[in-house]
Structures are given as C-alpha cells and as structure tokens.
C-alpha cells in the first residue's frame, strides 16, 4: 500500500459511489485506539471490484488523514480489496499484502497471490490489497519515466537536466502533497485500515519495499503486528540511495551465476564452455553494440541498451535467448538450433499515462523526500557512478548516476524510521536475487531481533513467495502464517 499509489485501479465508480449492500460497521475499540473515528465511524461497502475479476475480490474505500499531524483536515480514500478467508471457524485475521514499488500497485494482489498460498493460509486470513490513494502527478515525459539511466561523460549534462526537471515538475504540479507521500503515513494508513476492518492486529506479506513498509509498520506499531513475512527484504539502514547501489551489486552476483548457467549449456546457447568465455562473449557483445548498434525485431542496441536490458530479466533462462539472439543479428546469423528465440522487450506503457507518472512520482516522492545520503552536487553522482562502473561494470553506473534527489526540495515532516525491534517476522530470500542481495536481507535481519531469516540456496529471481515457483521456504512460511512458530534459528535450505 501506498498513500500515493497508481490511480488506476479495478474499483470501479460504483464501488466508490453507489454501494449499498454490503454494509459493514467497524467493531468498537479501547479507549487507546489512535484516530477513533476512521476505524469506529467509518461504515465499509464492500462489492465486487470488477467483472474482470473473480467476484470472491470485493472492493471497499477507507477514509485516512492526509496530513496525520491535522487528523481533523482533509481525507483521502485508500482503495481496499479484500478475499475472505476459507473457512469462517478457522479464521485468524487479516493478511495485508504489499508488491513493493513504492508506488506498486496492489489492489489486485490478493487474487494474484491466493493460489500460490497454503489451503491451510487461505482457510485462516482474509487476504487484503490496497490500491489508489492521494494521487501524485508530476507530468513526466517518456524519458523521465525511467527510474534508472547509465552514465557516460558525453550524457552526463543531459542526466542532470533531465533530474533537476523532475524534482521541478513534481514540486509544481504536487508539492503540496509531497511532504505527505512517506512510509510512515503509509505504515500509518496501514493501521487506519487494519482499524477499520475491526482488527486488534494484522498480519502481513511484504515484498521488495514492503518489505521495508512492514519493518516501519512493526517499529511504529509493535503491539499491532501479528505474523509478518518479509519477501527480498531491503536493508532498512541503506534507504534510499544506498538501496539503488546496493540493487546494482545484486545484479552482478546474478551476472556471474549466469556466466556459470550457461557455460554448463554450451552446447545449446554457444556462449562459451566456461564462465570466463561466457563473459567474454556478452562484453564483447557490448562493445561491438558501442561501435555499431545492433538491430533486433527493429530496435537498435547500443551496449548501454543491452546492458538495461539484461537488468530487466530475472530468470537465467529468460535472459539468454535474448544474448544469443543479439549475437546472431550482430554476425548476420541464424541462432543456434535450440536456442529459443530473443525474448521481446516488454511493452512499455502508452506514453505519459496517468498510471505510469503516478507509480514513478509517488516513487520520487518516497526515495526522495524520507531517503537519506542524497549529495546535492552534481559531481559526486559522476564520480560515484565512474567508480561503481569500474567495480559492478553491469550495472553499477545505472544505481549511482544523478537523480532527482540532488535537487528536491520538498522535505517530509519527519525523518525515517530508524527499525530497531525485536518483533517477530520471517525473512525469505534468494541467493541469486538480481535486485536485492542476500546481504540487504541479512541488514533487515539484523534491524528485527526477533525474526529469521530463510535463504533458499539456488534460488533465483527477485521474489521467493510472490514468484510463483515452489521453494523450500514454502513449508515454513505455511508453518509461521498458520501457527506462528517461527524456525529455531536462521537457515540456508536448498
């Protein structure tokens, strides 16, 4: 959930404006319960979010304060879906999701994430997506709609244009609400809803960022947090500009696990008998690309293109196709029989759509506003950048290049959130993530006292449980969402 998330959303006008059945009042709370009137007064009306979903995904609006220090002023809606759980005996609670971003859209998830989770899960939470909220518009072009660019000193210039126009652009056109757009109001909407849905407590399932949201959550809210899962957690010391150069060497462990797959297939892809030849072959790829784009499906590559390319794939073998194919183009050759064909480029969004500007403004707004180490000159991003080139050549320039943040001015209200706590939570983890290594998740572990940590060994992709493929870290997290024991110690599992 984000207060800032995408404004498109499958709740539909009637679920907003003309739901009359349904009707759900919040349970009564004690005397303490922060913000009485959101969670006692506010009247839910659920119904189905749309006819393209299934109608057991039912969408309501739960009223929060924009400003939390004004708690009597303007509201905002937060979109809310809910799947009720499968067994009305057996119930426990509620199980909130978040997809990461910030700014992912997640109303949604619940449907998404319902078959990939245990009968014995589904029977105890009704699982809850939150969506659309405050919406954060910085009119941004096509080119600074892309969170990440490679440096290179001939582009550099343009590179700092391009970030201070962003930073400008949204104070323009949302900087009155950009003060607003942090994890802790969102860590705060989080228990408005959990109050609303008449819980004591909630339990939890974070990925990427929210895994960081949930850490807040548990830091701001201890005695509130039930059963919390924490998928490719973030380091909650290194938000935000360390998180962007830490991602970068989560890339190049994934590079060299490539090199390593495949070499052991050599005879199908071509790419070298050995790792060393593997990554011979992609840089000289690269470097050729420099001299002379490469042509594939009528898009130029230049190796700073394949380079962001290859960081968009997250599976080995989605990735490889798409390097044999450019080899092929390059030499004027067919691919190896075998070989699969290019993965295509993903779809980008219709330029400038409303949902694209939102998710990467309310995105600007968090790492930005609340995030921590964002030098102002822009020298130290070129210098930065040179250095970590030389040191993760993959990626390394994409994560400490120029950002917006050198020239925002829009400051939050508070400071982030220092997580030091020993709530109990489960950290699951990849050891090949090529977007948050193993190393951010051990500073998460670090942060929660209480919680442990997973390692699936082999595991690729960024994503554990949200992934879709059968792990080992599956049982326990059954285990931990269904009875709340936690592993005795933190473990590697394969």
């Given at each position: 959930m984000l207060r800032a998330g995408p404004t498109t959303s499958i709740l539909t006008a009637g679920a907003v404006t003309a739901v009359l059945a349904g009707l759900t009042?919040?349970?009564?709370?004690?005397?303490?319960?922060?913000?009485?009137?959101?969670g006692r007064q506010q009247q839910l009306r659920w119904e189905r979010c749309a006819s393209d979903e299934p109608a057991s995904l039912q969408c309501t609006v739960v009223k929060v304060?924009?400003?939390?220090?004004?708690?009597?002023?303007?509201?905002?809606?937060i979109a809310v879906s809910r799947m009720k759980a499968a067994s009305a005996t057996k119930r426990r609670g509620v199980l909130l999701m978040n997809p990461g971003g910030p700014g992912g859209p997640g109303l949604t998830m619940p449907a998404g994430m319902a078959p990939l989770l245990a009968p014995a899960v589904r029977e105890r939470f009704d699982l809850i997506g939150v969506g659309r909220s405050a919406p954060v518009h910085c009119g941004l072009a096509p080119d600074e709609q892309v969170l990440n660019h490679p440096y290179s000193a001939r582009t550099f210039g343009q590179d700092v244009d391009r970030a201070r126009s962003v930073a400008d652009k949204c104070r323009a056109k949302s900087g009155a609400l950009l003060p607003h757009i942090?994890?802790?109001?969102?860590?705060?909407?989080?228990?408005?809803v959990r109050a609303a849905l008449g819980e004591?407590?909630?339990?939890?399932?974070?990925?990427?960022?929210?895994?960081y949201l949930g850490a807040v959550y548990s830091q701001m809210f201890p005695r509130r947090t039930d059963r919390f899962v924490l998928d490719s957690a973030l380091d909650p010391a290194?938000?935000?500009?360390?998180v962007l150069r830490g991602a970068t060497g989560a890339a190049e462990l994934a590079f060299t696990r490539w090199t390593?797959?495949?070499?052991?297939?050599?005879?199908?892809?071509?790419?070298?008998a050995t790792p060393q030849a593997v990554r011979a072959a992609f840089w000289d790829l690269v470097a050729r690309a420099d001299r002379t784009p490469i042509v594939l499906d009528g898009q130029p590559f230049d190796g700073d293109a394949i380079r962001a390319q290859y960081r968009a794939f997250v599976q080995v073998e989605a990735v490889t196709p798409f390097i044999v194919a450019l080899r092929a183009a390059a030499a004027g050759t067919p691919a190896l029989t075998g070989a699969g064909t290019a993965v295509p480029t993903p779809p980008e969004p219709a330029e400038g759509a409303p949902d694209v500007d939102n998710a990467v403004s309310a995105a600007w707004a968090v790492l930005c506003g609340e995030g921590r180490h964002w030098p102002r000159d822009p020298e130290r991003y070129r210098r930065d950048a040179i250095r970590d080139r030389a040191a993760r050549p993959l990626?390394?320039?994409?994560?400490?290049?120029?950002?917006p943040c050198a020239f925002w001015k829009s400051a939050p209200r508070e400071k982030a959130t220092v997580v030091d706590n020993d709530v109990d939570a489960l950290i699951v983890q990849n050891e090949w993530d090529p977007q948050t290594p193993r190393e951010m998740a051990k500073g998460m572990r670090r942060a929660l006292h209480g919680a442990r940590m997973i390692t699936v060994a082999g595991g690729e992709g960024h994503g554990v449980l949200v992934s879709g493929r059968p792990s080992c870290a599956d049982a326990d997290v059954t285990r931990y969402l269904t009875t709340g024991r936690l592993p005795a110690k933190d473990r590697t599992c394969s």
């Open positions: 009042p919040a349970t009564a709370f004690a005397a303490e319960e922060p913000l009485g009137r959101f304060p924009l400003d939390y220090g004004r708690p009597d002023g303007r509201t905002i809606g942090t994890t802790r109001n969102t860590a705060r909407d989080m228990d408005v004591r407590k909630i339990s939890y399932l974070g990925h990427s960022y929210g895994t290194l938000v935000w500009r360390g390593q797959w495949a070499a052991a297939r050599h005879a199908t892809y071509g790419l070298g990626a390394g320039d994409f994560g400490a290049n120029v950002q």
